[in-house]
């Protein structure tokens, strides 16, 4: 039995959403969450997976992580310079009988001029999604989902400009 690698993405209606997903297919529709903004959403294997954008309770930015990758969220806490991204990656297994499958997520922030966001992947793969801009948040968001993000070994991100200029984080 082969393992389904059909994915249903779901993004903020003012945001496309492009997400590198080997030989992955992939729906863009529109959706909002009661409180919360969903940026990403799909299943893998029979499982749901989820990320939406929110207002923490105290005060800042926050993403949570849903389904598959529940478990927490990441807390927008600024950018530490020299980068120009703010992400966290993750990993989760997919299991349905006898089948199982590896999936990675990169989640994070972006600063609010950067358009475009980019993944080196471990094997040299360079894959790229849109910077979410959502009204009222003071940072963009990005996810990256697929089956081989993480591998071994370093990863590279970096945030571009619609001038494809690269971004650089300044300190608030």
Same mark, same amino acid.
């Given at each position: 039995m082969t393992p389904s690698r059909r994915l249903r993405v779901v993004v903020s209606a003012a945001a496309l959403l492009s997400i590198a997903l080997s030989s992955c297919s992939v729906?863009? $529709? %529109?959706? +909002?969450?009661?409180?919360? !903004?969903? !940026?990403?959403?799909?299943?893998?294997?029979? %499982?749901?997976? &989820? =990320?939406? #954008?929110?207002? =923490?309770?105290? &005060?800042?930015?926050? !993403?949570?992580?849903?389904?598959? =990758?529940?478990? &927490?969220? #990441?807390? =927008?806490?600024?950018f530490s310079v020299p980068e120009d991204v703010d992400a966290s990656a993750l990993h989760a297994t997919a299991s349905s009988g006898s089948v199982s499958e590896e999936v990675d997520a990169v989640v994070g922030f972006a600063p609010k001029d950067a358009v475009v966001v980019t993944l080196k992947t471990p094997d040299g $793969?360079?894959?790229? +999604?849109?910077?979410?801009?959502? +009204?009222?948040?003071?940072? *963009?968001?990005?996810?990256?989902?697929?089956? +081989?993000?993480?591998?071994? &070994?370093?990863?590279?991100?970096?945030?571009?400009?619609?001038?494809?200029? *690269?971004? $650089?984080a300044r300190r608030a």
């Open positions: 729906t863009v $529709t %529109h959706s +909002t969450a009661s409180g919360r !903004i969903q !940026i990403a959403s799909g299943r893998v294997n029979g %499982h749901s997976w &989820g =990320f939406a #954008a929110y207002h =923490f309770p105290y &005060g800042g930015t926050a !993403i949570s992580y849903e389904g598959l =990758f529940a478990g &927490g969220g #990441a807390r =927008f806490a600024g $793969t360079m894959l790229r +999604t849109p910077a979410l801009a959502i +009204t009222g948040f003071p940072v *963009r968001f990005f996810v990256f989902v697929g089956p +081989t993000l993480l591998g071994s &070994g370093p990863s590279r991100l970096a945030a571009y400009t619609a001038s494809g200029k *690269r971004v $650089t």
